[in-house]
């Protein structure tokens, strides 16, 4: 039989194996589609150029981009064009959802390892909004929420005491301590704290949110609070009661601390900020410092006493 | 079995003729898509420079003014193949999604023309390739400017009552 058949010549059991092939081939590119492996790559082809920044001080810029999130309990998301979907039955998994978004953040941008910001650069913060989370209507009905607002010290506790990995919990990743009522008593008792301020604030429902880390190029937070209360940001340096290594926190900017600020471009009058703490400061194990991702309301005065001199990450 | 092995080699051209097409088609999608895609590229870093990154920026005019006060600024085109790229601003509730639910000025590509329905069209098409900053106190008024191909386009821009106006000089 074999015979018969001419050279290069294609018999019906070689073509329907070719079909059978694309036919898988094709469902198997929609499998990928579904789990959303665009995302992952996307977050990996950041991480890449935040690394080679790092190792050959390349001026390319980083291939970051923000990603829209939408955390809602009824699938609703009017705020938002096609965001990507979190829908959540309890609050926990509401922190749940933002603690992975803070740690994916966090992993992006080399984990406080990696200097990406450079010695050429002047005294400046670099930031990267790596999501803008909008908090859907929906979410004033879950068990726990109150005045429609959500505590972000109740986060940063489910941070402590939920493990991000087998070996440490979300905050131990983030912060390098689980100790988060130490800090905020460290944070509380330190002499320039005049206000006692000791607490992260509220999540407002309704409102979207960046979700915000940065670096600071070869200058200190000492030298970022004075540009920040330049904005009315009122920055101490709550030290931890012992000096950790890198990977520790170094500090903790209050945002706010009563000041009234003028009104800046694009805000009406000035207003009052209810202060809170607005980050806390790591010194990385690259020898800058950064500002471990946080959440603040996008485009507002805590927003931009942050004073990012430069959003690195696209939109 | 003469006519057989004549039909067998018409399948076979036949086959490797469609996978010649597809491959074909595939490769002109991927060329044109490389085109247009560097072409929408350097549109979109005019249109930061325009609003975001120069000197003359809008942000820094915007940032600049003082109560009362207005200043004209002179803007290039964006495109030029084609493509129809306007200055938007969104007061409404629905605005792209980089304007974080405040009002913002967009430049990006026109889809709408005189198409009134078209808005969220156009929402959509500045939300995807579109350049956009965050104007709080942007006056609740419809700004659509042509930035034209063949001549620079004058703005005005002004701060009245902490209000924010832009309008075509």
């Known amino acids: 039989m074999k015979n018969k058949h001419k050279r290069g010549e294609l018999s019906t059991q070689q073509i329907v194996l070719m079909i059978i092939l694309i036919a898988s081939f094709l469902v198997i590119l929609f499998f990928l589609f579904r789990l959303g492996i665009g995302e992952k790559s996307e977050e990996q082809l950041c991480h890449n150029s935040v690394l080679q920044k790092a190792s050959i001080f390349s001026e390319a810029p980083l291939q970051c981009y923000r990603n829209y999130i939408c955390i809602t309990k009824d699938g609703s998301c009017e705020e938002l064009i096609k965001p990507e979907k979190i829908k959540v039955k309890s609050l926990d998994e509401v922190y749940e959802a933002l603690a992975n978004e803070m740690t994916d953040c966090w992993w992006m941008f080399g984990e406080g390892k990696v200097d990406y910001a450079g010695e050429d650069l002047t005294k400046n913060n670099y930031c990267s909004i790596c999501s803008q989370i909008y908090f859907d209507d929906s979410l004033e009905n879950l068990e726990g929420v109150e005045n429609k607002k959500i505590s972000k010290d109740e986060l940063y506790d489910y941070l402590a005491e939920n493990n991000y990995s087998k070996e440490q919990t979300y905050s131990q990743y983030l912060f390098g301590t689980s100790d988060i009522s130490g800090l905020k008593t460290s944070i509380l008792e330190y002499e320039n704290n005049l206000e006692n301020i000791g607490n992260f604030g509220n999540i407002e429902i309704g409102k979207q949110y960046f979700n915000v880390m940065g670096i600071t190029s070869s200058v200190g937070w000492v030298e970022w609070s004075g540009v920040g209360a330049g904005l009315g940001a009122t920055i101490i340096g709550a030290v931890w009661a012992i000096s950790g290594p890198p990977g520790w926190i170094a500090g903790s900017l209050i945002l706010g601390g009563g000041a009234i600020i003028g009104g800046t471009a694009g805000t009406g009058a000035g207003e009052l900020i209810e202060p809170e703490i607005g980050a806390i400061i790591i010194e990385g194990k690259s020898g800058n410092q950064f500002m471990a991702p946080t959440l603040q309301e996008a485009e507002s005065d805590k927003f931009k006493a942050l004073n990012c001199e430069e959003i690195l990450t696209y939109t | ?169």
């Open chain 2, 1 to 169: 079995m003469l006519k057989t092995k004549r039909g067998m080699l018409l399948a076979e051209e036949t086959l490797k003729m469609v996978i010649a097409i597809i491959v074909i088609v595939f490769l002109v999608y991927f060329l044109v898509n490389l085109y247009f895609g560097k072409l929408k590229d350097d549109s979109l870093k005019k249109s930061e420079q325009l609003l975001i990154k120069s000197d003359q920026s809008i942000k820094n005019i915007i940032e600049s003014l003082k109560e009362g006060e207005s200043k004209n600024l002179v803007l290039q085109e964006i495109s030029s193949f084609g493509d129809n790229w306007h200055l938007f601003s969104f007061t409404e509730q629905e605005k792209p999604n980089s304007c974080a639910g405040k009002n913002c000025l967009c430049i990006c590509d026109d889809v709408i023309g005189e198409d009134p329905l078209g808005f969220v069209k156009q929402i959509n098409e500045c939300n995807k390739n579109g350049v956009c900053i965050i104007v709080s106190n942007l006056k609740n008024e419809k700004v659509n400017i042509e930035l034209q191909e063949d001549f620079a386009t004058e703005i005005s821009i002004s701060k009245q009552n902490n209000e924010i106006s832009v309008t075509k000089k």
